[in-house]
């Protein structure tokens, strides 16, 4: 369904993105995190045919998405800002999403502005920012696209529409399994619908992983200075801060019944770090010259 070899890309000479691999040929929820200016939009609009592959191949659903007309009826990209015309209102938006793709579910899309509550007749323009990712999640989820791109889909919104989002992507992904992509600075509120993450660092997917494994890594140390630095010697530390005597540590090791048995015989205190610090960690550059392992 998607098979990116080798795929490198760059802007004015300057790489952005370098040998990237992924290969996907069943349907799957992916989670795609990335610091600020890492390169997830542009991987993105290359999977999307909105930007060529400098080096490398793309094929998404057996078609080469770049300059390809047909693209459309394979991929959906909803960005942020999606550009609705000034003076759409939900029922154009919706028209809209009918005329470009092929699969679209003007049933589902329907049901999510009835789920959404999103006045039909008032212009997108005058909608709240969470209103605007409501509309652009329908239209996302009612294209019904093989491969469907979701950029920051909770933007906005409150914990009682995320609610509504994930049970609406959920449901539509249990009666029609496609490849959906969701990219988000808040990796938290995505990952429950992820079954894989895919981490964009140092201009490469750095991890793809199981969400379940990747979740699983990054373990907070606290004790006495001898006994957390002894304790994590040899492990790679990802943070460090000393209080007085105290000692506290972040080491990328996945948390085990057999790390607790240890930290407590070691008389280390131990806690499972939460994802997102993790993930800042990892991907912070200071993070590589700490290395112990
Ligand atoms: N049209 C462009 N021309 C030149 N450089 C660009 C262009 N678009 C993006 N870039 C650069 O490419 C790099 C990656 O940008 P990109 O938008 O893909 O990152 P991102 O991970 O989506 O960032 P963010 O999380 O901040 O949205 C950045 O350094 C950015 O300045």
């Known amino acids: 369904m998607i098979k990116v070899n080798n795929l490198s890309f760059a802007y004015d000479g300057t790489?952005?993105?370098?040998?990237?691999?992924f290969n996907e040929s069943e349907p799957v929820i992916i989670g795609l995190w990335g610091r600020n200016g890492s390169g997830k939009t542009t991987l993105m609009k290359i999977l999307s045919g909105l930007e060529k592959p400098g080096h490398g191949t793309v094929e998404v659903d057996g078609v080469t998405p770049y300059n390809n007309s047909d693209a459309m009826n394979h991929v959906a990209f909803m960005q942020e800002d999606h550009p609705y015309s000034d003076i759409w209102n939900v029922n154009d938006a919706l028209k809209f999403g009918?005329?470009?793709?092929?699969?679209?579910?003007?049933?589902?899309?329907?049901?999510?502005?009835?789920?959404?509550?999103?006045?039909?007749?008032?212009?997108?323009?005058?909608?709240?920012?969470?209103?605007?990712?409501?509309?652009?999640?329908?239209?996302?989820?009612?294209?019904?696209?093989?491969?469907?791109?979701?950029?920051?889909?909770s933007n906005g919104l409150d914990a009682h529409m995320r609610k509504q989002f994930y049970e609406a992507l959920l449901d539509s992904y249990d009666e029609h399994p496609r490849t959906i992509l969701l990219s988000s600075h808040h990796i938290e509120e995505?990952?429950?619908?992820?079954?894989?993450?895919?981490?964009?660092?140092?201009?490469?997917?750095?991890?793809?992983?199981?969400?379940?494994?990747?979740?699983?890594?990054?373990?907070?140390?606290?004790?006495?200075?001898?006994a957390v630095t002894a304790f994590a010697g040899s492990y790679r530390i990802l943070e460090s801060r000393k209080l007085g005597k105290q000692l506290n540590v972040m080491i990328d090791a996945?948390?085990?019944?057999?790390?607790?048995t240890r930290a407590d015989q070691a008389g280390v205190m131990i806690e499972k770090a939460p994802f997102q610090d993790y993930l800042v960690n990892l991907t912070k550059k200071e993070a590589k010259q700490n290395e112990h392992a």
């Open 190 to 226: 995505v990952e429950p619908l992820c079954e894989k993450i895919a981490i964009i660092d140092n201009n490469t997917l750095m991890h793809y992983e199981e969400t379940e494994e990747l979740k699983n890594s990054g373990v907070h140390l606290s004790g006495s200075v001898d």
């Open 15 to 21: 790489n952005i993105l370098k040998d990237v691999n």
């Open 98 to 153: 009918k005329e470009f793709n092929a699969n679209w579910d003007q049933q589902l899309a329907d049901d999510l502005i009835d789920i959404f509550q999103l006045p039909r007749k008032k212009k997108i323009r005058n909608f709240s920012t969470g209103m605007k990712t409501m509309i652009t999640i329908a239209i996302g989820l009612a294209s019904k696209a093989p491969l469907t791109i979701f950029d920051e889909p």
């Open 254 to 260: 996945p948390m085990t019944d057999d790390l607790k």
